[in-house]
């Protein structure tokens, strides 16, 4: 845990989330400013600052945020998604806590948001 990290505060419970999935490994919520019908963030328990890093440091919580993006996918969107990582301040990630944003429910284009 990082004290001053907001995943890590949703994780422990310190900040309220809509969780849709939570495993040993993995937690799941909705994204608090949504950009398509379904958009819900997949995140390590473990404090990673990106995906490279959950891959070097923590590849078996990748491996299940995997599984739990497909299971999100499966249940709000027929199994159609994309899984988003934005990594570093220029192509916008906010948050420094890896995660992956699991956004369907909609057509999706091909342009950069
Ligand atoms: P990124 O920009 O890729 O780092 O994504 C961070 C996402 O986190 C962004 O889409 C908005 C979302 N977010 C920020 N603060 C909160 C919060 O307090 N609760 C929830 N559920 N989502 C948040």
């Known amino acids: 845990m990082s004290a001053d990290c907001l995943f890590c505060k949703i994780i422990a419970g310190d900040i309220p989330a809509e969780f849709v999935a939570q495993t040993d490994r993995v937690v799941a919520f909705r994204d608090i400013s949504p950009k398509a019908p379904v958009h819900v963030l997949v995140v390590p328990r473990t404090h990673v600052e990106n995906v490279a890093q ?33 990594t570093g301040e220029s192509a916008g990630q906010s948050v420094f806590h890896a995660h992956g944003h699991v956004v369907g429910g909609t057509p999706l284009g091909w342009e950069p948001a």
């Open 54 to 86: 959950a891959a070097a440091q923590v590849p078996e919580e990748l491996a299940e945020m995997a599984q739990v993006a497909q299971q999100i996918a499966d249940a709000e969107c027929d199994g159609q998604y994309r899984w988003i990582f934005n």
